[in-house]
């Protein structure tokens, strides 16, 4: 049975599954069609930021730290450029509408391929042309991360992001990072006003 994770909360991943080298990370997000009123306020996961959310192209981002910083774009892998220069973190597709349930995109993560120099795989998404469509992830509902063995597609993890991120574009979901000679996933779960992939990056230069 999957471990389901509060915010902030950190837990060993591959200490207590021995063997395990191929992960599945998988997160998914649904828009908000209409406004759900619970008395008299907005309901959902995230508190709800607005109505008639439609057409949001929510994009989910790896960033890989070197000593928690980005070294260059061969580090980044979003919905241009879909494999790590390692190979050892691929994203599986962009998916432009969010619908439909289950995981909206997955990225697949080679433990033992992932340089040595690498310490932290930051999991991000971002609201594409979130500035111009005037959208923010108050409009998001039901998001989530999980974890997955990729040998046997058992789930072995998930954090379900419930705040309330109005006014937030992106959001860093979670991250897996290196504890000696094993790997850690944390729950982060923080909202930010960066208006894309580009400026997320920034923060770790």
């Known amino acids: 049975m999957a471990i389901i994770l509060q915010k902030g909360q950190k837990i060993d991943l591959t200490k207590g599954h021995p063997g395990l080298e191929k992960i599945i990370v998988g997160l998914g997000w649904d828009p908000i069609q209409s406004q759900k009123k619970a008395g008299g306020l907005l309901g959902g996961l995230f508190g709800g930021g607005g109505s008639g959310a439609t057409n949001m192209d929510i994009d989910a981002s790896v960033i890989m730290l070197q000593d928690d910083k ?100 992106s959001l860093t979901v979670g991250e897996i990072y290196r504890h000696g000679s094993e790997w850690k996933f944390g729950a982060v779960g923080s909202g930010s006003s960066d208006a894309g992939l580009g400026e997320m990056v920034k923060r770790y230069s």
Not at 71 to 96: E, M, P, Q, R, W
Not at 122 to 145: P, T, W
């Open 70 to 169: 980005f070294a260059s774009n061969d580090n980044l892998v979003y919905f241009g450029n879909l494999k790590s220069k390692c190979g050892s973190v691929t994203h599986t597709g962009d998916n432009i509408t969010g619908e439909g349930d289950g995981d909206d995109e997955q990225v697949i993560v080679d433990l033992k391929k992932v340089p040595a120099n690498v310490n932290k795989l930051v999991f991000v998404v971002n609201i594409y042309d979130c500035v111009k469509r005037k959208q923010d992830f108050g409009q998001v509902e039901n998001a989530f991360i999980r974890v997955m063995n990729s040998a046997n597609n058992e789930e072995l993890l998930k954090f379900n992001l419930s705040e309330n991120y109005a006014g937030s574009t």
